[in-house]
């Protein structure tokens, strides 16, 4: 049995059955679909919104719940991961770029995005990334020029989740030749000058669609500008804490998932006239895997909490980051490898999960930048990390 998690009231239990049913019913059978055309479909999005799932913590006003309490996000990931698949960003729009409409964005800027973010009307992604930069954001190429009523955008964004279905973008751009002197603004897809690139084909995360984006002197109204024009580093350096926090928990989750998986499948192959799950070699790192998944749970448990009450620090969002999904990488590999060559298979869920996980040790920041962040807590790092 897996260790009990204290933090969560009974409500978020009675909301996890609530989620569970709905994916289960309605939701699970379309995983082979989504996988083959490479997206979710945009009915997707909105019967989430329907749901009352999408962005809870947006106001009543705008169509929301009002819940900023990320225990239901969690529960929702976890849910969403284990019934449907780790593809299904409805997570990045609502709590990775979600979070700068509810910090940064005045009352105007709310009004007119907030409904359709909550609704599924209105698909949002983040587009940070550049062809030459993704660790070093301050490097950024992408110019966003002050024109008197409108900002005149140029550059390119790679690796965009929801880069295809995506109607509304936050795009971080250089509006100042001083490093790191960066805006974050809101572009949507109907811009003129705005335009996709490719779809992008990946070894794993076939669900989740990741594009180019290109802006070619694109005129972004002044009201489309998220707060101050030269502090959008500081707001992603804010906003990044919640959404590692957010990763760290779709990467536990998906451990939690493998090696559920997996002890199903040791206890039934036999080989050698005994179930896999009986050898000493499998059952001991299967323990190891057990008690490190419990540890890294608790821990991951305490940040959340942390991170409602506005108290975690990047440090701590870093190391839960690095630790969940290191471990996520060493349960699908040990997941696969005790399927023996069915884990290879398309048809078994651990191939899936194994090639879904690699990412995660890169996107929204690599270990090797936690790494970094965790020194420089520790005074023995780089300053202008994010
Ligand atoms: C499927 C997918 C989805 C994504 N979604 C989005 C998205 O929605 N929006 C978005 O903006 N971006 C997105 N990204 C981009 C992602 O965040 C970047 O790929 C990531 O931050 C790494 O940047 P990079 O690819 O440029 O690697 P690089 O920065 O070029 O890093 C290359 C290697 O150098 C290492 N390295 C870099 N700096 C240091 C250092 N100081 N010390 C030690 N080692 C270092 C890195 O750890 C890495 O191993 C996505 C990427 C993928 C693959």
Known sequence: MPFPRTHLEPEHEM?????????????SAKVPKWREQGHVDREDFEAFGENGWLCLWADEEFGGLGISDIRYDQVLQEETIRWTDIGFFHNAHSMLVGPYLDRFANPEQKKSFLPGAVSGKTIMAIAMTEPDTGSDLAAIRTRAEDCGDHYL?????????????????????????KRGQIGLFVVTADM??????????KMGLPV????????????????NLLGDPAKG??????????????SAISSLS???????????????RRVFDRPVGSFQNTRFIMADLRSRLDSAQAY??????????DKLTPEDAASAKLLCSELQGEVVDAGLQFHGGAGYMDEYEISHMFRDARIARIY????????????????????DLR
Request: charge should be neutral.
């Open 15 to 27: 909301f996890r059955e609530q989620v569970r049913r709905y994916l289960k019913t309605n939701m």
């Open 153 to 177: 955008l140029n550059g390119a964004k790679t690796y965009i989740s929801n880069g295809i279905i995506g109607d509304l973008f936050v795009v971080a751009a250089k509006t100042g030749d």
């Open 192 to 201: 003129a000058g705005f335009s996709r690139g490719r779809h992008l084909k």
């Open 208 to 223: 989740q669609d990741t594009a180019e984006i290109h802006f070619e002197n694109v005129k972004v109204p002044k009201e």
């Open 233 to 246: 580093f500081s707001y992603m350096a804010e906003c990044l804490a919640v959404e590692r926090t957010m």
């Open 254 to 268: 998906h451990a939690q998932a493998a090696f559920d998986v997996t002890l199903e499948f040791i206890k039934d």
């Open 300 to 309: 991951l448990d305490q940040c959340v909490l942390l991170a409602n009450d």
């Open 364 to 383: 929204a920041g690599t270990s090797e930048i936690m790494k970094e962040i965790i020194g420089r807590g520790l005074g023995l790092g780089e300053k």
